[in-house]
């Protein structure tokens, strides 16, 4: 287990002593929540692309590690690059 800082500790002492009460709004949040994530990975759109096979296996390798189906890792980066999450490398003459 990681160590804890002295606010983590504080924290964790404090709701493991039941300190901490729901708000109330849960599952109105968590409906909410569950609606943006099948919006953000509804996928009505097709494409076809050409693409290196040495990229492919490179992509498909980190998919395996990641533990999801290459097809979908290639569409989260996709979708994290669309949303700003993923950022252009700075290239370097």
Same mark, same amino acid.
Request: hydrophobic share 30%; net charge positive.
């Given at each position: 287990?990681?160590?804890?800082?002295?606010?983590?500790?504080?924290?964790?002492?404090? *709701?493991?002593?039941?300190?901490? +009460?729901?708000?109330? &709004?849960?599952?109105? @949040?968590? %409906?909410?929540?569950?609606? *943006?994530?099948?919006?953000?990975? +509804?996928?009505?759109? &097709?494409?076809?692309? @050409?693409? %290196?096979?040495?990229?492919?296996?490179?992509?498909?390798?980190?998919?395996?590690?990641?533990?999801?189906?290459?097809?979908?890792?290639?569409?989260?980066?996709?979708?994290?690059?669309?949303?700003?999450?993923?950022?252009?490398?700075?290239?370097?003459?």
């Amino acid at each position: 287990m990681m160590k804890l800082n002295k606010e983590e500790k504080e924290l964790l002492d404090s *709701y493991e002593k039941g300190e901490w +009460k729901p708000t109330g &709004r849960g599952k109105a @949040r968590l %409906a909410r929540f569950k609606k *943006y994530v099948v919006e953000t990975y +509804k996928k009505n759109k &097709r494409i076809n692309i @050409r693409i %290196a096979g040495i990229d492919l296996e490179e992509l498909q390798k980190e998919a395996m590690e990641e533990g999801l189906p290459y097809q979908t890792f290639i569409t989260s980066i996709l979708h994290k690059y669309a949303t700003g999450r993923l950022k252009k490398r700075e290239h370097y003459v």
